[in-house]
Each structure stands twice: as structure tokens, then as C-alpha cells.
């Protein structure tokens, strides 16, 4: 298989890795400008950047970008091992590094009419799709097609996925009734997911953050929770609703104001 094809396999299937790419290189160096490297989670690698203790070290910044960082630009002297340079080449290079494949989580509890279309939304967005209620009927391939995995419950999600690759979720609560949320969201607030969202009234969120309290739930942690969920749109049907939704997490997501983009007071401006 060419580099291309592993590529776009890699993009099929959501799996993340790290996109090395010698871009710059000065007198000797093993590989020239252009060379590539994929290396996945287990630190296997197809492709290379020049064998050897350059590319050990490429490999194991590449590890550490897929938990804490999108790119990075590495720049190595090949000239004398005794200062730590790893080769005798004599010439520079540089190496970038981008982690690719990788995407967002929106894990969703409840898989009632609003879940339902905030799957559908998600899912064309871009995002990785969870799908969690105990109703068989609901969750089922038949009722809502399009998901990545589903499950019962969020313990069995747990389970599965752990706690160490849940660093870029998105966790959306449509339940039906406010005891699945008490019960849940603890456990949700231990991932420190980027956005947490909670569906119902702000009757229902007051009686919610009662119990959290009574359960131990410190109110900083409670902070951090959007509930009543969404972005104001005036929204009614479950379609509507999940719009606001899918809004208020690329607010979170994207660290924007969410404000309109019309021009204020409709100044004169100069467009290029």
C-alpha cells in the first residue's frame, strides 16, 4: 500500500496518528526534504525519517503529541553524538509533526427524539458518534443508522474506551428523567470532558443541582455544566434543539464568542 492509501485508510477509520514530514534539510542527512513517517499510538511506524536515533526520537515526541498537542516542528544536528546530536551525518533537519485521524468525541445519553437528531447532526459535522440508552428499541442500528458504537450504559461505555482516551470528548445528556443524570453525571465530571450539557427546564437543572450537592458534587464541578442546554435560538422542535446543541459545543470547542457576524452598526468596511 502507498503512503496515500494508508492516509486516507487511516481518515476512513478515525485513527489517530502522527503525520511526520522531513520539510527541511541543510548538508547530509539520511532522508531528504519531503521523507514520511506515520507513526500510531503503539509506536509502530510505517514509512521513515531516516532509521536510526533521529528517528527514535521522532517517535517518541510523536507519542507524546498524540496526548497533548496537534503539531510540533523538530530540528536535529547531525554533527556530533557526544553533544547529543543523534547522527554523524553532518547536516540539519528539520521534522514536522502532525497528529491526523484523530476525532472528537460526542458521547450522547439518551436516544430519545432530541438524541436522535443530535446524532444525525453530529455525525455529518464530523464527530465520532457514542450512542448510550438502555432501551434496546432507541439504540438500535434500525432506529438510528449512523453511530460509531453503542452501548447500555455508561459504565459499559467506560469500560471499553478507559479513561486515558477520553481527552477530547464532548458529552451531551438527553435523558428522560433527571435521576439517569444524578446518577451519571459524577462519574462524567471525573474525564473532565470539554463540554457537558444537561437537557431539561430550569426547574428541572434547580432539582438537579440539589442532589448533585447532597451527593458530594462540589459546586465548582456543577459550574462547569451547561444546563439548561444549547444556545438561545428560541428552538422547540427535537431537529431545532439539536442545532443549538451542536452550536453551544463548537462555541466550547472552536473557544469562540458565539456572537453574529454581522458587521456592527453596518460600518463601511474595505474588503480585499
Known amino acids: 500500500m502507498n503512503f496515500f492509501a494508508k492516509l486516507n485508510e487511516i481518515e476512513s477509520n478515525g485513527t489517530p496518528v502522527v503525520l511526520c514530514i522531513v520539510t527541511n534539510t541543510h548538508g547530509s542527512t539520511p532522508r531528504h526534504a519531503g521523507s514520511k513517517m506515520i507513526v500510531y499510538p503503539n509506536g509502530d511506524i510505517f514509512?521513515?525519517?531516516?532509521?536510526?536515533?533521529?528517528?527514535?526520537?521522532?517517535?517518541?515526541?510523536?507519542?507524546?503529541?498524540?496526548?497533548?498537542?496537534?503539531?510540533?516542528?523538530?530540528?536535529?544536528?547531525?554533527?556530533?553524538?557526544?553533544?547529543?546530536?543523534?547522527?554523524?551525518?553532518?547536516?540539519?533537519?528539520?521534522?514536522?509533526?502532525?497528529?491526523?485521524?484523530?476525532?472528537?468525541?460526542?458521547?450522547?445519553?439518551?436516544?430519545?427524539?432530541?438524541?436522535?437528531?443530535l446524532s444525525y447532526l453530529a455525525k455529518?459535522?464530523?464527530?465520532?458518534?457514542?450512542?448510550?440508552?438502555?432501551?434496546?428499541?432507541?439504540?438500535?442500528?434500525?432506529?438510528?443508522?449512523?453511530?460509531?458504537?453503542?452501548?447500555?450504559?455508561?459504565?459499559?461505555?467506560?469500560?471499553?474506551?478507559?479513561?486515558?482516551?477520553?481527552?477530547?470528548?464532548?458529552?451531551?445528556?438527553?435523558?428522560?428523567?433527571?435521576?439517569?443524570?444524578?446518577?451519571?453525571?459524577?462519574?462524567?465530571?471525573?474525564?473532565?470532558?470539554r463540554y457537558l450539557g444537561v437537557i431539561g427546564s430550569k426547574k428541572r437543572w434547580v432539582t438537579t443541582t440539589e442532589l448533585l450537592l447532597k451527593a458530594g458534587v462540589s459546586d465548582s464541578e456543577i459550574e462547569k455544566i451547561f444546563s439548561p442546554i444549547g444556545l438561545d435560538l428560541g428552538s422547540e422542535s427535537p431537529e431545532e434543539i439539536a442545532l443549538s446543541i451542536v452550536a453551544e459545543i463548537l462555541k466550547q470547542k472552536n473557544k469562540t464568542s458565539g456572537d453574529s457576524l454581522r458587521y456592527f452598526r453596518r460600518k463601511k468596511v474595505d474588503v480585499e
Open 47 to 117: 514509512g521513515t525519517v531516516g532509521g536510526g536515533k533521529l528517528e527514535a526520537l521522532c517517535i517518541e515526541e510523536a507519542l507524546k503529541l498524540l496526548h497533548n498537542g496537534l503539531t510540533n516542528t523538530l530540528n536535529y544536528r547531525l554533527v556530533n553524538p557526544e553533544m547529543g546530536d543523534p547522527g554523524v551525518c553532518g547536516g540539519e533537519l528539520e521534522v514536522y509533526l502532525e497528529v491526523i485521524g484523530k476525532k472528537s468525541k460526542v458521547v450522547i445519553l439518551g436516544a430519545g427524539h432530541v438524541g436522535k437528531q
Open 124 to 193: 455529518w459535522i464530523g464527530f465520532d458518534v457514542i450512542l448510550i440508552d438502555d432501551r434496546e428499541e432507541l439504540i438500535s442500528e434500525q432506529n438510528i443508522p449512523d453511530v460509531s458504537q453503542r452501548y447500555r450504559s455508561f459504565s459499559d461505555f467506560l469500560a471499553e474506551y478507559g479513561e486515558p482516551s477520553l481527552n477530547d470528548i464532548y458529552v451531551v445528556m438527553t435523558t428522560r428523567n433527571l435521576e439517569i443524570d444524578v446518577k451519571n453525571i459524577p462519574e462524567i465530571l471525573k474525564l473532565n470532558p
